[in-house]
């Protein structure tokens, strides 16, 4: 199933004008994830080497994942 684009505006919107503030605080992650595709997942494993220089293109070629010994990257 995937949103419409109405529908991920509405909840943009609601993120953005929510009366708590810790939940105003996660907007821009929010509206990465939606508009990039980017799954939380690998949206964790980010560093600044992933992002090229003119901020064209981000490489997504990692992950971080739960497992029985914590939190594990995975390539």
């Not at 708590?20 to 494993?45: I, N, Q």
Request: charged residues 25%; proline residues 1%; glycine residues 4%.
């Amino acid at each position: 199933m995937s949103l419409s684009a109405d529908e991920r505006d509405k909840i943009l919107n609601a993120i953005a004008t929510s009366d708590e503030a810790f939940v105003r605080h996660y907007y821009y992650y929010y509206s990465f994830l939606f508009y990039t595709g980017c799954r939380p997942s690998e949206a964790m494993a980010l560093v600044w080497d992933d992002i090229l220089s003119d901020y064209e293109f981000i490489k997504f070629n990692k992950a971080i994942t739960g497992s029985v010994d914590g939190l594990r990257e995975l390539k």
